[in-house]
């Protein structure tokens, strides 16, 4: 079982539509956890960090089930802008961090 | 949010030869960095880790003798590929942890595309 999954999709979605991305991790020790986006041929950059108390960036919202091992991703009015990559990254502990395969959005006019 | 520098961001080289590449922390000090690599529409699979000033942790099925990792200061990690072979093309990404904190993001370097030919 891989340590990080997510369903890579590709998610195509019109512009102003809400689209969710879940992730499921294996290791119940990790410790913090992240949604990094990647664009093509770039570095991965932070996102959002999410909390087990669910937070919220603009029209971005995370969530956390500690019991469950989930994770989410929710993006409300979807941008152009919005289209990437999006990887739920888990930090094992000392910045171990283990990535998804990543979740691919294209957002059309 | 932090910098970290990675050069060079592209490199063609030669069957056969080594490629260096190198990954700085810019504005902070990095005790440990960390090396990945991504193959096309795949995700970034970890390496190795490197902790300044000790040898580097290899992951699973990854050649310590193929891809050498020197961590000599707080700032700066290489990664050096050896007599490189074209399945090594790929993209290789560091990241660094901050000294302090124990969860905190990586940062990451842009990145190093390297193609052998």
């Known amino acids: 079982r891989k340590e990080v999954e997510q369903d890579p999709g590709p998610f195509n979605v019109p512009e102003g539509a809400t689209v969710a991305f879940n992730c499921t991790y294996s290791?119940?020790?990790?410790?913090?956890f992240f949604w990094y986006r990647q664009d093509c041929r770039k570095e991965p950059k932070l996102l959002m960090s999410?909390?087990?108390s669910g937070n919220e960036d603009g029209r971005f919202t995370a969530q956390l089930n500690r019991a469950s091992q989930y994770i989410s991703l929710l993006i409300r009015d979807s941008k152009l802008s919005d289209s990437a990559t999006y990887l739920c990254?888990?930090?094992?502990?000392?910045?171990?961090?283990?990535f998804g395969a990543g979740t691919r959005l294209t957002v059309k006019p | 949010g932090a910098v970290v520098s990675q050069h060079p961001s592209r490199v063609i080289c030669k069957s056969g030869t080594s490629v260096k590449i190198e990954c700085r922390s810019l504005?902070?000090?990095?005790?440990?960095m960390f090396w990945y690599r991504q193959f096309p529409k795949q995700s970034l699979m970890l390496m190795a880790t490197?902790?300044?000033?000790?040898?580097?942790?290899?992951e699973q099925g990854v050649e310590k003798d193929k891809f050498l990792i020197n961590h000599a200061s707080l700032t700066l990690s290489t990664l050096t590929v050896t007599s490189a072979h074209p399945e090594d093309s790929s993209f290789y990404i560091c990241?660094?942890?901050?000294?302090?904190?124990?969860?905190?993001?990586?940062?990451f370097g842009q990145g190093t595309r390297l193609t052998v030919v």
């Open positions: 990241s660094a942890r901050a000294l302090s904190g124990m969860n905190t993001e990586a940062f």
């Open positions: 290791n119940s020790a990790s410790q913090s």
């Open positions: 999410v909390y087990s």
């Open positions: 990254v888990v930090n094992k502990g000392r910045g171990d961090m283990r």
């Open positions: 504005d902070f000090q990095a005790t440990t």
């Open positions: 490197s902790n300044e000033g000790s040898k580097a942790t290899y």
